[in-house]
């Protein structure tokens, strides 16, 4: 009775789980797979008590659907309607919607795809090594479902049909659509017929059926060669052999080839055979060889190439003639030329040898005993070319045999240049050269090469034959490169005088700018120098030099030079100043700035104080030992300068003296009458350096009477040699006068103090006139007691006139 109450205990407890449970209230749908695009309608089981608590939601990958799509919509059921399902896959949810939020109800997975298509280009062959036939096949469209494919077969009839049952089924690995028949599921001679079944949960395709008998679908192994040897004649020899089946008697092949410098294939054909020998390839240049083959019949199909193997052909005698140019480089003493010649090395197909040397001689015989001019390996050579040999041969040469000759003729260089040669970039890696053709000439002839680097080996040339004026330049051309272009232009018998130009590709600023140095500097100016920027550096024609410089307090001046310019002096600056110098290099493509150099100034040191005393003292002793000299030598003369002689007045002979114009008869004078002695010159002394009247003594005994009359003389009067005679009626100074009362002096000085000093001979009295100072001629005098007046002659407004007429 206890196991009975169990029992029952277990069984409600399991019956409130199953209600309880979500898939108690499942989704209903006919199919979970449909087709792509195809309607779908599902609903929720009326089993589902939770359905009549609350509102029925549908979501379809987690999105709700709209309360449009629902449909018969009741108390215990709920269903939804897409009218195109459009995904792949895709998660249907039904939810009720309560006071509890959403609870979960049912939930199916629906896929979609389409029916399988059937595969097409279905067909088998044999390998006779291993005996197995393999179907190939190509798979229809993707049906987007997970797809089954089998290979089935069976030995057919007459009529290639598909049977109702299969005698063997293979199933291909995922993504392979190829299959393995094992010889026990055919026999060689006997149909067998084959077909390829799809399937998926939409439905299945066969393919057509394939019928053929084994021994007669045969595909060969990929087949190597045994042997490869190159033979004489540019020719290759090449066997293999197959592992024959029973069946497979003879083949027919197909040999193709490449150079090692070509990527396309040649093909020849092979008949019924299993070696071959190929001939008309370049010398010493290396192929690749492949081979397949197929039955003699030609039933099934071509073999896959073989591996390939690759063999070099041997040599033979050059071909082709050599192309050349030389240069003379010096003419010796004995007129024996110093030339070197060039030469284009022979194209591969030219050479037929992967080493080949150049022979010059003088003669055309080949096994002469001669010394060659040269027998090199190189494209040039250099050599000394007898007196009196104008021309030379030269041939290439191989362990095969010699190439035909070249005569070389040794032509003047003296004829006329092209009249114009223009050198321009092509672009970076090529220049273009234009120039004016000559008429006569038969060909040009043009060279370049780095400007930095003029050697033989770097120096390229290039032939261009009449009626050519223009060439595009390509060997060895660079950008940022100075190239120095010549050309030559050939005539019947000269070779015209060459023409060059430097040019650039493209520039760029120089790879940097030439370290200043210090040359000199003192107080006032400042001298640089920098060595100039080496070729293969400059990346452009340096078109100017700028130097800048800066002081102390940042007033900076600058000066542009020209690009070949390497020293520059800094003159007017500071002394005792600090200065930062620093050079810009300039070409058309850019500048750079050097490093800065800092230079002081100086002030006028001890040394150039040393310097100036060592070159002023030695002539400042000169100087001195010249004056001395000279006031040795000239010492009466220097005498006179500083110390004059003063002549003695009463020795004078003046009194002698007669006009020019007249006769002036001799007066006898009383020795006490002082008026009538007479004076050789006149000269009327102003300026007093300090004036006294006169005393009543002297007012007496020199009355002035006619005083415009003397002041008209003194108008007039001037001398260049200054001498004067002072006329004294009385005592000087209250002193008794002398017993002379004649004094006369040659001195330009006054002999009184008191007395104004005689007129300069830049003077003119007339502008003293009318000034009343004191004078020693205010004494009144008549014309006749100076005689001297009487020959004074005036010249004024261009008319002569004497002073007392």
């Known amino acids: 009775m206890q196991k009975d109450y169990s029992i029952l205990l277990l069984e409600?407890?399991?019956?409130?789980?199953?209600?309880?449970?979500?898939?108690?209230?499942?989704?209903?749908?006919?199919?979970s797979v449909i087709h792509l695009g195809s309607p779908v309608l599902a609903s929720c089981s009326s089993y589902c008590p939770e359905i009549g608590k609350g509102v029925v939601v549908w979501k379809l990958d987690n999105d709700l659907l709209p309360e449009a799509q629902y449909r018969n919509v009741q108390e215990?059921?709920?269903?939804?309607?897409?009218?195109s399902f459009n995904k792949t896959s895709g998660l249907l949810q039904c939810y009720v919607k309560n006071s509890e939020g959403l609870q979960l109800m049912d939930e199916i997975h629906i896929r979609a795809g389409y029916s399988p298509s059937p595969p097409t280009n279905l067909s088998c062959l044999m390998k006779p090594l291993d005996n197995i036939v393999t179907c190939t096949w190509l798979p229809g469209e993707d049906s987007l479902l997970t797809t089954n494919v089998t290979l089935s077969g069976s030995r057919s009839v007459e009529q290639c049909l598909i049977p109702s049952k299969s005698e063997f089924n293979c199933t291909p690995k995922v993504r392979q659509n190829f299959c393995n028949i094992s010889r026990g599921n055919y026999h060689f001679s006997k149909r067998l017929a084959v077909w390829v079944t799809v399937k998926n949960e939409l439905g299945s395709a066969t393919s057509a059926p394939v019928c053929f008998i084994p021994r007669e679908e045969v595909k060969l192994d990929p087949i190597a060669f045994t042997e490869i040897k190159a033979t004489t004649g540019g020719c290759i020899k090449l066997q293999w052999t197959y592992g024959k089946a029973g069946f497979v008697?003879?083949?027919?092949?197909?040999l193709r080839y490449r150079s090692e410098f070509q990527k396309e294939w040649a093909q020849t054909a092979v008949e019924f055979?299993?070696?071959?020998s190929h001939c008309g390839l370049l010398s010493v240049t290396k192929y690749h060889f492949q081979i397949r083959c197929i039955r003699k019949s030609q039933t099934g199909q071509w073999s896959e190439w073989g591996p390939s193997s690759s063999q070099i052909t041997s040599e033979s005698v050059p071909t082709g003639t050599l192309e050349t140019w030389w240069k003379i480089l010096e003419t010796t003493?004995?007129?024996a030329m110093k030339i070197q010649l060039f030469w284009k090395a022979l194209k591969k197909e030219e050479a037929n040898a992967n080493h080949i040397w150049y022979i010059l001689k003088e003669s055309t015989e080949l096994l002469q005993k001669e010394t060659p001019l040269c027998n090199t390996m190189a494209l040039n050579c250099t050599f000394f070319l007898p007196r009196g040999i104008k021309r030379a041969f030269i041939w290439a040469q191989n362990t095969a045999g010699a190439s035909l000759l070249k005569e070389i003729i040794f032509f003047p260089k003296n004829g006329e240049p092209v009249s114009r040669m223009y050198v321009s970039p092509n672009n970076e890696y090529s220049l273009r050269v234009e120039w004016e053709a000559q008429v006569s000439a038969t060909a040009y002839v043009l060279e370049w090469c780095k400007s930095a680097q003029p050697t033989s080996s770097e120096i390229h040339w290039k032939t261009e034959f009449k009626g050519s004026n223009t060439?595009?330049?390509?060997?060895?051309?660079?950008?940022?490169q100075m190239y120095t272009v010549t050309l030559y232009p050939v005539y019947k018998d000269s070779i015209g005088t060459p023409i060059q130009t430097n040019v650039y590709t493209k520039e760029k600023a120089p790879a940097f700018s030439p370290e200043l140095k210090l040359a000199s500097a003192n107080e006032s100016q400042i001298e640089v120098q920098w060595e100039p920027i080496p070729l293969e550096k400059r990346n452009g024609f340096i078109t100017s030099y700028t130097v800048f410089w800066k002081d102390a307090h940042g007033k900076e001046d600058f000066s542009t030079l020209n690009g070949s310019v390497t020293r520059f002096k800094m003159k007017n600056i500071l002394s005792f100043t600090t200065y930062e110098v620093l050079l810009r290099s300039s070409t058309a493509g850019g500048s750079v700035d050097s490093n800065k150099l800092t230079v002081h100034t100086t002030h006028l040191d001890n040394t150039n104080n040393t310097l100036m005393l060592l070159v002023l003292s030695p002539l400042l002793l000169l100087v001195t030992i010249l004056v001395f000299i000279?006031?040795?030598?000239?010492?009466?003369?220097?005498k006179n300068q500083l110390w004059p002689i003063v002549p003695d007045p009463a020795k004078s002979q003046m009194g002698k003296w007669t006009s020019f114009m007249e006769e002036t008869p001799r007066i006898m004078a009383n020795p006490t009458d002082v008026t009538q002695f007479l004076t050789s010159d006149i000269a009327i002394v102003e300026g007093w350096q300090a004036k006294k009247p006169l005393t009543e003594s002297h007012a007496k005994e020199t009355p002035v009477t006619n005083t415009d009359e003397i002041n008209n003389w003194r108008s007039y009067v001037n001398t260049d040699v200054v001498q004067y005679a002072q006329v004294i009626t009385g005592g000087y100074r209250e002193q008794s006068p002398p017993t002379s009362v004649y004094v006369r002096s040659d001195s330009t000085q006054p002999l009184l103090c008191d007395v104004s000093p005689s007129p300069q001979n830049y003077e003119n009295m007339w502008f003293h006139s009318h000034h009343q100072e004191d004078n020693v001629f205010l004494v009144e005098e008549k014309e006749t007691d100076f005689p001297l007046l009487q020959a004074l002659q005036i010249l004024e407004n261009e008319e002569s006139f004497h002073l007392l007429n």
């Open 630 to 638: 000279i006031c040795l030598l000239k010492h009466e003369r220097m």
């Open 76 to 83: 215990n059921t709920s269903s939804v309607y897409i009218s």
């Open 249 to 254: 008697k003879e083949l027919k092949c197909q």
């Open 333 to 335: 003493e004995d007129s």
């Open 273 to 276: 055979s299993d070696e071959t």
């Open 471 to 480: 060439s595009i330049l390509q060997d060895n051309i660079e950008p940022y």
């Open 12 to 31: 409600g407890t399991l019956l409130l789980m199953l209600v309880k449970e979500p898939w108690a209230c499942r989704i209903t749908l006919d199919s």
